[in-house]
């Protein structure tokens, strides 16, 4: 399975890691998947692999079990049970030097820098071709308030020492990617005017909504107070430029 | 051993759908335009309209219903008729466009006004594109009608409902006309002015040059754009710079 698997999933605590793995491959196709499948939800977030399927641990008591690192200057872990068990299979990372973090914010950033990129690539496309001095202006402001927060969140996956990517297929759980397909942007990229503004609009729109999904989702299990504070301002500022734009489509 | 095995089996597929059950709704789709009833309550122009201004893709509810909330309990104001729905003004034909945020493998696509089905589309199972767009005839209607749009997913019980409120051929849709979107223009800025021209404010036109105020520092803006929640200046520096 993936780094993040291998090193930050707090497998040791739940009822799942303490079934033999190689054995359970060996079992058939079935499980096979149904374990990928759990796992891979579980990659996906603190949320999934903690709060639902921790076992005994009370739900909220611990909202990021394992997956913590100290904060800077060695202070211990507000969410850290203190059990030995969980001591002893603390994550190699869990002295990194750059705050708290937990496997959804990782899971958060991971989704995030390329669904930004794909949308500022998108937003590019409206600068020669939409009719609209409205939607051109937007436009221009996504691509580049995207493209800075895309860095952004990219330098913070290097501060943790994370992949800057997941696995393939480590999203499928929470419905994929949600990045819009590249052919949709070669069949915008052939628009003009009018025609252009109707479907751009439409595939921009729907790709912030799934923004406002994946910021609500780390709102609720992420614990990285600078990735949290950015997912509250994509909810705001995106269901915002939802608003304007349905505004637009309707005008 | 095999006893075992299905045990386990039987533990993770329980584990596999809590899973899948407990990951928020990757959530689905509506019609943006003509405008339907949760595209205007998301846009802020209906009042009092609930939850649905949170996710106006959302409403989700099984197969064969023929309400504009899905029988989504927290969405039932979508099919409060005491409520003042715009009717969009249209000819004798119509193309309802859908933002779609999951592609969901689709069985049919359904246009009903009253009890009768006025346009049918079956895409036998495929995945629709980004977007979907259905030019639907209204022959024989006029005046205001409600349209009930029923996407029906394929490989689920589940479909997603949208009510369009149109005024066909002619005629005053709505008493009072809806306010009209374009933001408001800040004065020109003067390029020149060294003294900041005002306390950053959300919903304002900013054009490239203007100079704000914000949290006792100044800013100037780098990239014109409406201001909203989520862009303050010092939060968004490739719009706005500070001095």
């Known amino acids: 399975m993936s780094r993040i698997l291998a090193n930050r999933t707090p497998l040791s605590r739940t009822p799942l890691s303490r079934m033999p793995l190689s054995r359970m491959s060996r079992g058939c196709l079935a499980l096979g998947i149904a374990a990928a499948s759990v796992l891979a939800a579980s990659a996906c977030g603190a949320d999934a692999a903690s709060h639902h399927h921790a076992g005994p641990a009370p739900d909220g008591a611990a909202p990021a079990p394992g997956v913590t690192t100290p904060v800077a200057g060695g202070t211990a872990p507000a969410t850290d049970d203190g059990t030995e068990a969980d001591a002893a299979t603390r994550p190699a990372e869990s002295d990194t030097p750059a705050g708290v973090f937990n496997a959804a914010d990782v899971m958060f950033l991971q989704m995030m820098i390329p669904h930004h990129r794909q949308g500022a690539e998108l937003a590019a496309l409206a600068k020669a071709r939409s009719a609209r001095e409205p939607v051109r202006t937007l436009a221009a402001a996504i691509a580049a308030t995207q493209g800075d927060e895309a860095r952004t969140m990219t330098d913070w996956l290097r501060a943790w020492r994370q992949p800057l990517e997941a696995e393939p297929h480590a999203h499928d759980a929470h419905g994929g990617l949600h990045v819009t397909p590249a052919e949709e942007a070669e069949a915008l990229a052939g628009l003009r005017g009018a025609a252009f503004d109707a479907r751009f609009l439409n595939v921009l729109i729907a790709h912030q909504h799934n923004a406002v999904e994946m910021a609500r989702t780390e709102l609720k299990t992420g614990r990285n107070p600078q990735a949290v504070e950015l997912a509250r301002r994509i909810e705001r500022s995106r269901s915002e430029q939802i608003r304007q734009m349905l505004a637009e489509l309707s005008s | ?243």
């Open chain 2, 1 to 243: 051993m095999r006893k075992t095995i299905m045990l386990i089996a039987v533990a993770l597929m329980t584990l596999g759908a809590t899973v899948l059950t407990a990951t928020p709704a990757s959530a689905h789709g509506y019609i943006s335009s003509p405008p339907s009833r949760q595209a205007f309550c998301a846009q802020g122009k209906v009042p009092n309209c609930g939850d649905i201004i949170y996710e106006p893709q959302s409403v989700e509810g099984p197969k064969g219903q023929r309400s504009c909330h899905g029988g989504v309990a927290r969405f039932a104001q979508l099919s409060d008729e005491s409520k003042p729905w715009p009717a969009t003004s249209v000819g004798t034909s119509v193309t309802f466009n859908w933002v779609l945020t999951a592609r969901h493998a689709t069985s049919t696509w359904e246009y009903y006004i009253g009890n009768t089905r006025i346009a049918l589309f079956n895409d036998n199972g495929r995945q629709p594109g980004a977007t979907v767009s259905h030019n639907v005839s209204l022959a024989g209607y006029s005046g205001r009608q409600k349209v009930l749009a029923i996407w029906n997913i394929a490989d689920t019980a589940m479909a997603f409902y949208s009510c369009v409120d149109l005024q066909i051929g002619g005629g005053n849709p709505n008493p009072t006309p809806t306010p009209t979107v374009t933001p408001t223009r800040t004065p020109t800025p003067t390029p020149t002015s060294t003294a900041p021209s005002g306390t950053w404010r959300a919903g304002t036109a900013y054009a490239v040059g203007a100079q704000v105020t914000y949290a006792g520092a100044s800013y100037r803006c780098l990239q014109a754009h409406t201001s909203m929640a989520g862009w303050e200046p010092p939060n968004v520096p490739a719009l706005w710079q500070r001095l």
